[in-house]
């Protein structure tokens, strides 16, 4: 049987690492979780998935 493979190319909105860390930060100075509803959403239009080259 042949092997196949699949590259798959991942991206990240320069944005992405800012906003993960100022929920985090607010998360833990009012020491409630964070809206993981609001952070799903964003999450899904920063990081983009396509085939690879």
């Known amino acids: 049987m042949a092997m196949r493979s699949i590259r798959i190319a991942v991206s990240v909105a320069w ?22 509803d609001k952070v799903e959403h964003w999450a899904r239009r920063a990081i983009t998935l396509r085939e690879g080259r």
């Open 15 to 36: 944005w992405w690492r800012w906003y993960v860390g100022s929920v985090a930060l607010a998360s833990y100075l009012t020491n409630r979780p964070p809206d993981m």
